[in-house]
């Protein structure tokens, strides 16, 4: 028996869909251009962008509204997910309020690397005087940093003390401050050299940011904080998460957020060169979850080693932490060569009730996280 012909019913629906498609881009134009104007007004009072609460009751709302349409509610959170990226980015490209319209300058040292050229772009977007000081301009640091009232430090760790060290003549008034991914160290230089409002932070993002929106930036407390106030609520104008933490309690956080991070993902690395494997193989027979474990470790050695190899040298304290580990692998390591199979459940079980509650947030979270991997898969 003959199939029906369904070309012209199938052409129409198809039609229709491509009009509803067009219809869609048009509400998404009409949408940027709402929330861009969102962004001016924001602007003018000096409101930050992101707004947390806001973006919680939308999506609550409309995954609401998609149960009730029967549409699939995760759809919707995803596409409204990715228009509040967007949206983020109309009201980025507005240009911000500035905080303290009496600062006379903003000099950031090392503002010409990837990571200051970011904050010398969001001042100078929020109408402040930024100037850069180099290596080459030295000679005319006297003169940069004689009437600025913010100094940020932004330079590779290897660097930062001895430049910290020629701060000597700043004005009092000065807020001494530096981007290190280490902080004891750096803050106790600081306030060594400089008698006015000093404060040490950490930007826990790279430079391939587009903005500040939903990042966190550390802040350790020096000196005069009262003074440096307004460089937080900048900050925070500019979307980001101000985190206060003490500078021996974020060194030690580091110690296994960054330094023992790292120092594993480049050990697994060197493993799979030193073995041989595929890296092609591996990929084409990889899960979603070990797509993204190799992902991460190949975005590692895609950047500049001098950057890791700073941070994992910093602090000779990181050798006792990584060996630590090294130790614990082992340890179980052990129990798979004697095929204790009670030990080690009973390890993890003892790690997964340490973990508690975030053991079941993370799984929540990984699972979109996997989604979204395994749409960027190339075939």
Known sequence: MDKPDITVELTALRDQIDEVDSQLVELLAKRRSITSKVGQLKSQVGMPIYAPDRETQLLIK???????????????????????????????????????????????IGGSGQLGAVFVDLFTRSHYTVEILEHDDWPRSKEILADASLVIVSVPI?????????????????????FTSIKASPLFEMMKVHNGPVVGLHPMFGPD??????????????????????????????????????????????????????????AYGYHLMAEGAEISQLVEMSSPIYRLELIMVGRLFAQNPILYTDIIFSNRENVAMMKR???????????????????????????????????????????????????????
């Open 158 to 178: 290897r660097l930062t003390t001895n430049i910290i060290g020629q701060l000597t003549q700043l004005p009092d008034d000065c807020i001494l401050a530096d």
């Open 209 to 266: 940011v587009s903005g500040l929106i939903k990042q966190t930036i550390i802040a350790c407390e020096g000196r005069a904080p009262d003074k440096y106030q307004w460089v937080l609520d900048q900050f925070t104008v500019w979307g980001a998460k101000i985190h206060a933490v003490s500078a021996h309690k974020h060194d030690d956080a580091m110690s296994m957020v960054q330094v023992m991070r790292h120092f594993s993902t480049i």
């Open 325 to 379: 580990f090294a130790y614990r692998f082992l340890e179980l390591l052990e129990d798979v060569e004697l095929g204790d199979k009670t030990a080690f459940v009973s390890m993890f079980n003892q790690v997964s009730d340490w973990f508690g509650d975030y053991a079941e947030t993370f799984l929540h979270e990984s699972k979109a996280m996997l989604l979204k991997a395994n749409e960027l898969k190339k075939h």
């Open 62 to 108: 409309r995954r609401e509204q998609a149960e009730q349409a029967g549409v699939c509610p995760e759809l919707i959170e995803d596409i409204l997910r990715r228009l509040m990226r967007d949206s983020y980015r109309s009201q980025d490209a507005s240009g911000y309020r500035c905080v303290n319209s009496d600062c006379r300058k903003v000099v950031v």
